[in-house]
């Protein structure tokens, strides 16, 4: 491999990395403050990118106008699901969470099948699609943007948490809810906030999806494996921890696709799962208390 | 007890459950006079963490009264009961273990973090009254020992200056020699002038430090009076054992 060659693996695999850190990150969010595993969070990624491919490809709206509307969108579904659906079942077992994301599953995914059919979608890129170069590396703008923006939502994400007391308050129900409580935080509707959030990000991510990747509805289990692969590999120590384990998830598809045929890509990064599973039942970079 | 005494914080034939038919507390009635420091003891399952859960506006009673001062604070939530002056330590370890010293002693001041100004005056009367947090202020607070978190928890606790402070348990968990630094800590409390309802295991430790002591049994008035009347603590756990506080769980 010369270092031409190295130098744009490289670049490829960080922009990548950035865009399926993303993917995680809502998933980390929920699961590591909440306890709530989303089942849903890759059908309303697939529903984000399709929603992005009807504005943009559509009604003419500007790919980075997609934003404005699904994020928003995105957060009232969110607070919806969390109001109406999991808290009246909170006392109950975890798996009745489980189930009924899993439902919301099959309806998302049943409304996205009856509404874009099964065709494969690509989202016109027009204004941002130009390819760029910086010595020997070369991109388009939209691959650059679609990373700069995960890596802009993941720091967002950190400062949320680390830096204002709401954040610190979120992470202070992770770690003890009813001590929270007792300080007068009001866990149910951080608990409402937490999980907007976390569906706003997918949102987010699913933007990122339809910048970069032709997609259809029934594709999204693939990436409900991608997200749940970073979570695990990263563990729920922290956003740092999601972001680290998304680049080197895409440093490693990159590179292993540079040195072994295309078959071998997966088989190579669910080793690398396995392994974290095996080494450390906790992700390979995750605290002992397992919260972000 | 002298009738004549507003007390500070009170429970009046107060009902109470965690599901629909159970009565953990059935027509419990307690009033904790102010600037003193009162006990709740009873076996296990005698409902006394419940009582303090009521007070602390955690479960709400099914029916009778919970009072501040003269005011009925029945139905005003945790975060009120925090405005007036009435504080909570549930119990076991309650620290923030992944948040730093520091951001567990925000917390403590979360219902008056617009105040910046009382924030930060908090903070440091809470670094000068405990200056061995000083140090560690940026560790994080599940690194420090179970003493330290001991202190941290009083000091989140006291970040609003609470005047009413409720207890569960406060040497749980720590050994002997934590315990009795908890111990003089509850009373360094008192001895500010604040009113404190303390709930405890320890019957002889809570005994030493009580002004008052209430004794609740199968989650009724057992009896109550001050201190002195409860000096005998053999006669009363044997009371207790005969009385069949034998129900397990709380």
Known sequence: MNIDTFLQALANGVMLGFIYAAVALGLSLTLGVLGIVNMAHSALLILSSLLTWQLVNGFGLHPLLAFLVVIPAFLLIGAGVQRWLLRPI???????????????????????????????RTVRLE????????????????????????AVAALGLHL????????????????????????????????????????????????????????????????????????????????????????????????????????????????????????????????????? | MNADIVPAVSLEEVEAGYHDHDRVLQRVSLNARPHRLTAILGPNGSGKSTALRVLAGFVRPRSGF??????????EPTHRRLELGLAFLPQGRSVFPSLSVQENLLLGAWHIRSDAVRVRSAMEAAFDRYPTLVSV????????????????????????????????????????????????????????????????????????????????????????????QYADLDRLVREWLSGGGARVSD
Request: charged fraction near 20%; glycine fraction near 10%; aromatic fraction near 6%.
């Open chain 2, 66 to 75: 919970v009072r501040l001062g003269e005011r009925e604070i029945t139905d």
């Open chain 1, 160 to 292: 949320f948490l680390q830096r204002t007391m709401v954040g610190r308050a979120t992470r202070a129900m992770a770690d003890n809810s009813d001590a929270a409580s007792a300080l007068g935080i009001d866990t149910g509707r951080l608990s409402v906030l937490t999980f907007a959030i976390g569906v706003a990000l997918a949102g987010l991510a699913g933007i990122l999806i339809a910048m970069t990747f032709t997609f259809s509805p029934q594709e999204h289990v693939r990436w409900l494996a991608w997200a749940f692969l970073i979570v695990i590999v990263g563990g729920l120590g922290s956003v740092a921890a999601t972001v680290t384990a998304g680049l080197a998830i895409g440093l490693t598809e990159t590179f292993v696709g540079l040195l072994l045929p295309f078959q071998f890509v997966h088989l190579v990064i669910y080793a690398l799962l396995a392994t974290a599973l095996i080494a450390r039942g906790g992700g390979f970079m995750a605290r002992s208390e397992r919260r972000i």
């Open chain 1, 90 to 120: 909170r006392r109950q077992p975890e798996s009745s969470g489980l189930l009924l994301l899993f439902g919301l599953l099959i309806v998302v995914e049943s409304l996205a099948l009856a509404i874009w059919t099964t065709d494969p």
């Open chain 2, 137 to 228: 202020r940026r560790r994080r607070a599940g690194s420090l020992s179970g003493g330290q978190q001991r202190l941290l928890e009083i000091a989140r606790l006291l970040m609003t200056d609470p005047s009413i402070l409720l207890i569960d348990e406060p040497s749980a968990g720590l050994s002997p020699k934590l315990a009795d630094l908890a111990y003089a800590e509850i009373d360094r409390l008192r001895a500010e002038g604040r009113t404190i309802v303390l709930v405890d295991q320890n019957v002889r430790a809570a005994i030493d430090l009580a002004d008052d002591v209430y004794i609740l049994a199968f989650g009724r008035n057992e009896s109550s009076g001050p201190r002195e």
């Open chain 1, 127 to 150: 204004g941002i699609s130009a390819s760029i170069s910086l010595g020997p590396i070369t991109t388009t703008t939209n691959r650059l943007l679609a990373a700069a923006i995960g």
